[in-house]
């Protein structure tokens, strides 16, 4: 899907971020062994791992492992319970995290949210089969941590930098959960010419005739929260239009699953690069994008955009981090 991506998003999977990685390798259950809950212990000693997470919440941790590789099966423990929603399948939760092969020599750390300085955005029920295990049901506020068999990892065909038979340690703390179908109750608008109905779920209405030459945005409905911002993590839901068909060609909506870009980093189109820095948590916004401001001459073929074509996004600012 084209979602706004100037060229395509960066899959966390490839570096050892669990997004689509059920993709990568077949599904192989394994229960889990042990389940400690460890409220507000964080730097002592995982109880059942034999290892030692140190850190505050939020910040990047320093991991002691014991020598030897550990015990065989996945196990999770949860050094801090936090007080937050709770993750629910379908949610996308918003983590800090790091990430080790655990082989009892160098345990290499091989992926960290932290490398490359925001959250990452991870959908519960999409994940590695040992995360989601680790993941459902927790609460934000929580710092998880998960040794993670190659049954319940990427299976015999992970990612570059990991081994079929590698175990994988995480250290996941929870930011944010945002539901399925989460929205912004924002007001009707309109923007040269274009119409959105109010509601949770804003349509968008298209006139005929010729589109505008030059970009535009306005926001139809502020919120309050913190403002994006360069190289912070925006999480949205939004719906796309071309503008001479009138054809609504990407939606959120449809699946109701929020999704998070990073501000700043090259990857989206410039007009959500320019109608979205500043813009508050909470808001919606509404722009008219020609080619210039979206997918340039090459267009979006696999979505029927042309070079020619001008766009429409109507987008929730759900939360930023």
């Not at 629910?88 to 092969?101: C, F, G, R, S």
């Not at 990427?154 to 081994?163: A, H, K, L, Y």
């Not at 995480?170 to 040269?192: F, N, Q, W």
């Not at 990857?267 to 020609?290: D, F, K, N, Y």
């Amino acid at each position: 899907m084209p979602e706004i991506a100037r060229k395509p998003m960066p899959v966390l999977a490839r570096m050892l971020g669990p997004v689509l990685v059920r993709m990568l390798g077949p599904v192989l259950v394994v229960p889990v062994l042990v389940v400690v809950v460890l409220a507000g212990c964080t730097g002592a000693p995982a109880q059942g791992l034999e290892l030692k997470v140190a850190g505050a919440f939020g910040a990047r941790p320093t991991i002691d492992f014991p020598e030897g590789k550990p015990a065989p099966g996945l196990q999770v423990d949860e050094l801090t319970a936090g007080k937050g929603a709770r993750l629910e399948p379908d949610d996308v939760a918003i983590v800090q995290y790091t990430a080790h092969v655990w082989d009892g020599g160098r345990n290499r750390l091989v992926d960290s949210s932290f490398t490359r300085g925001a959250p990452a955005a991870f959908p519960v029920g999409g994940l590695l089969p040992g995360l989601d295990r680790a993941l459902e049901g927790r609460t934000v506020g929580s710092r998880v941590i998960a040794a993670v068999p190659p049954g319940d990892g990427f299976g015999p065909n992970p990612p570059r930098g990991v081994g079929p038979s590698d175990e994988l340690f995480y250290v996941v703390d929870i930011l944010g959960a945002h539901h399925k179908g989460a929205s912004v109750e924002g007001r009707a608008g309109t923007l040269a010419g274009v119409r959105v109905s109010a509601g949770a779920r804003p349509a968008l209405q298209v006139p005929a005739g010729a589109p505008p030459a030059r970009f535009a945005s306005t926001v139809l409905e502020r919120g309050s929260g913190p403002k994006a911002r360069p190289g912070r993590l925006v999480v949205t839901q939004y719906a796309g239009a071309v503008w001479d068909s009138r054809r609504v060609f990407d939606t959120t909506w449809t699946s109701g699953l929020p999704k998070a870009f990073k501000l700043g980093d090259g990857g989206l189109i410039r007009a959500w690069e320019r109608a979205l820095t500043g813009v508050p948590a909470g808001s919606r916004v509404l722009m008219v994008v020609p080619p210039a401001y979206g997918y340039g001459a090459p267009g979006f073929p696999a979505y029927g955009i042309k070079g020619s074509d001008t766009l429409v996004f109507v987008v929730d600012v759900l939360a930023v981090y």
